[in-house]
Nanobody, 115 residues
Framework: QVQLVESGGGLVQAGGSLNISCAVS????????MGWYRQAPGMQRELVAA???????TYADSVKGRFTISRDNSKNTMFLQMNSLKPEDTADYFC?????????WGQGTQVTVSS
């Protein structure tokens, strides 16, 4: 049984920053290709950042240069530092592996960016 727990979201003004976290249990996290996904109201879930087990990141064009993904394999935890936030970054943010587990999703953490 895999458990994914996201935290750290909140309300922030445009241009502000947030750092969200993901704790993973029940999986071999250290060897798993992981990612941050987001889903805005009425939109499909999209992958915004990914990180290999060795820590190599990739980003969607929409967040490149503003978001930084990282992981701590010793603590089965992943992070997303979000800077220069824009109203269009407003969404629920989820962590999962790549490709995602079909049956295991956390509750997500809500990020709201006001203009």
């Amino acid at each position: 049984q895999v458990q994914l727990v996201e935290s750290g979201g909140g309300l922030v003004q445009a241009g502000g920053s947030l750092n969200i976290s993901c704790a993973v249990s029940g999986s071999i996290f250290s060897v798993t290709y992981m990612g941050w996904y987001r889903q805005a109201p009425g939109m499909q879930r999209e992958l915004v950042a990914a990180i290999t087990s060795a820590g190599s990141p990739t980003y969607a064009d929409s967040v490149k240069g503003r978001f930084t993904i990282s992981r701590d394999n010793s603590k089965n935890t992943m992070f997303l530092q979000m800077n220069s936030l824009k109203p269009e970054d407003t969404a629920d943010y989820f962590c999962n592996k790549i490709p995602s587990w079909r049956d295991y999703w956390g509750q997500g953490t809500q990020v709201t960016v006001s203009s």
